[in-house]
């Protein structure tokens, strides 16, 4: 299936759409979901819109929405189909509703027998002075392009984490371990999306102040939330899995059919820091295991 003229369509109507609501962002309706995260109109047009525009190119498209979940496909239940389209409006609604913040996104990633194979991400404020950053990600032809331009590799370790949780929770014993080791941690919750972006590539060139990770976790992470990092993340070589060093991808049917699918936990980086990091997680050495 070629994705280009989809991507193309897509990031120039999103960059559009999501200006517009950008603009009156004072006066958008946010309402708090049960897991409180946030949810506005924004959220729920711009859903809509790509659903609408996979499914122009896709009529019998199976998709997984953040706020619409899986519709009339009951995953575990209906026959397995091969494609898969797993969307997230807007990753970091807090972030958007925030006049003040360029940390949000919106994200569509395709599976293909439940393994992630291509994915838009579209940031219309992150780059230099609040301009866009697209990225386009094929699996098939192991590329991926930023406002498109090929990407650029993390080569060099920085020393960063991401590891992002509830501004309620209290600190894992896992931080402490990280921060002896040298690391600095972003604890906050912004885009999850873009965390795992930067930690497979270098958004320097587009914005001088991006930050730049060795290492993503997240624990109970959103299948939307993370399926384009993944994707993102294989391309380039990374390490995925959960924290006890189990790979998520292919993501198993059980996950899908969950009503709000979620992995138990993510971790995703450079092989050796993964590792590092579940033998921490687990308090003793561990071997990463691949999953059935």
Known sequence: MNLDK????????????????????????????????????????????????????????????????????RPGEDEEPERIWVIDPIDGTAEFVNPSSAEFCSVICLLERREPVATLIVAPE?????????????????????????????????????????????APPHETAMAAAGYTLKTRTTSQTLDMLRTAVDLTDFAADAPRFDLFYRPRQKVWDGLAGL????????????AKGVRHLPVSMATLAQPEPTFASTVMGRPEAVKWFVEQAQGSPTAIRKSS
């Open 6 to 73: 989809l991507w193309t369509d897509l990031a120039t109507e999103l960059l559009g759409v999501l200006a517009a609501y950008r603009s009156r962002v004072a006066d958008l309706d946010v309402q708090e979901k049960a897991d409180q995260t946030l949810l506005t109109e924004a959220d729920l047009a711009v859903e809509e819109l790509i659903i609408n525009r996979i499914r122009a190119l896709d009529p019998v498209a199976r998709v997984l929405a953040e706020e619409s979940g899986s519709g009339t496909w």
């Open 126 to 170: 992150l780059g230099t002075d609040r301009t866009p950053i697209v990225v386009v990600a094929s699996q098939a032809e192991c590329t991926i392009t930023v406002n498109g331009r090929p990407a650029r590799h993390i080569n060099e370790p920085v020393r960063v984490a991401s590891l992002t949780r509830s501004a309620r929770s209290e």
């Open 231 to 242: 994707c993102v993340g294989e391309i380039v070589g990374l390490m995925s899995t959960d």
